[in-house]
């Protein structure tokens, strides 16, 4: 049998993790959508065709490596 605390315990802990976690979740998620999905009402869990478009796009159209230089260098 299960005591009341442990109950309480693991039902407090199930929703701490699922308030952290799915944060992160979403962001991942977000980052492997195109454009039109990702504006998409009612929004997707998950992506048709997850793509890099957009980590691409970061790498090659802004200074991101620059600015990460700066950030190790200071």
Not at 11 to 16: F, N, R
Not at 50 to 73: E, K
């Amino acid at each position: 049998k299960f005591s009341f605390k442990q109950v309480a315990f693991t039902s407090i802990s199930m929703i701490y993790l699922m308030f952290t976690l799915f944060p992160i979740y979403w962001l991942i998620n977000s980052s492997l959508k195109n454009q039109r999905e990702l504006f998409a009402f009612p929004p997707k869990y998950v992506p048709e065709v997850p793509t890099i478009d957009n980590f691409l796009n970061v790498i090659t159209r802004t200074r991101l490596g620059t600015l990460y230089l700066n950030s190790i260098i200071d």
